[in-house]
């Protein structure tokens, strides 16, 4: 299957939410929340991205996660993740409370693909202090991709990971994560970074956002939001709706999307 053929099956399979004028979202992706040691990105950022988080549901906004937001291929036990962003899922579940939380899978949290391992990772966890499970994210809303649907215009705003663009880290994903949970995450204390990701290969990353623009033309300039390759991007009027909310693993800030007022603005 082509990576057009992908993103053309995200888009027909995605899920669909409504929105007027009232909505509010924060849109994030590429948290890679991992288990605080020398390797995890988002240990730096945590406590930027709750404090934000926490500004979000403050203001009544709903919270879409476009994928990679547990760090998966180089934590293989979720449970370390957890201790160590406890906080932070402890503040996604008032999001879920309040019907105001929906997770796209990307690559690296592709496993959630299968409810089984969102059962398993997320709709329990146990609490140290009184020796008992609680209930997390039970029913957490999974999928490969959201279609925000304008109640007025009929317009539609279409939301993935980005990594349909992306051959080796979707069709071989399995792969990808051995190499990274075995071969770049050791090297990763060295300085060398994986060459299969977008985010650290330049020229990996303009070829799936090329595909990801390509999609666009060939679909009536249909607009799009992703995230995967790290890189912010917001286009002039006179460009194509090709948008990327950046990532939360940038070395002093985290990036994102607010949707607000039927206008949309890059947030740092």
């Avoid at 937001?69 to 579940?93: C, H, I, M, Q, T």
């Avoid at 019907?99 to 146990?126: C, S, T, V």
């Avoid at 209930?135 to 991709?145: G, H, K, T």
């Amino acid at each position: 299957m082509s990576a057009q053929s992908r993103i053309t099956n995200a888009f027909k399979n995605a899920k669909k939410i409504k929105f007027n004028h009232q909505s509010k979202f924060i849109i994030f992706s590429d948290c890679h929340r991992g288990n605080n040691s020398f390797a995890d990105d988002f240990a730096r950022n945590r406590n930027i991205y709750h404090h934000a988080l926490t500004h979000y549901y403050k203001k009544k906004f709903t919270y879409l996660e476009l994928g990679d937001g547990d760090e998966l291929w180089e934590n293989p036990n979720f449970k370390s993740v957890f201790r160590a962003n406890k906080n932070v899922y402890l503040l996604l579940k008032k999001f879920h409370i309040k019907n105001r939380l929906h997770f796209i899978w990307g690559n690296h949290d592709m496993a959630y693909k299968n409810p089984k391992n969102i059962q398993k990772n997320l709709h329990y966890y146990f609490d140290r202090v009184s020796n008992t499970e609680k209930e997390l994210l039970i029913n957490a809303s999974f999928s490969e991709a959201i279609l925000l649907e304008d109640e007025a215009t009929k317009r539609s705003i279409f939301l993935l990971h980005g990594h349909q663009a992306d051959w080796f880290n979707y069709v071989f994903w399995k792969l990808s994560q051995f190499l990274v949970r075995f071969l770049w995450k050791p090297l990763q204390i060295l300085g060398i970074s994986d060459p299969t990701s977008p985010a650290q290969n330049y020229k990996e990353l303009i070829k799936v956002e090329q595909n990801l623009e390509n999609w666009i033309k060939n679909n009536n300039n249909q607009m799009m939001i992703i995230g995967h390759t790290h890189r912010p991007h917001f286009p002039s009027p006179n460009e194509i709706p090709f948008f990327n909310d950046g990532s939360c693993v940038h070395p002093r800030a985290i990036t994102g999307l607010e949707i607000e007022n039927n206008q949309i603005c890059l947030i740092k």
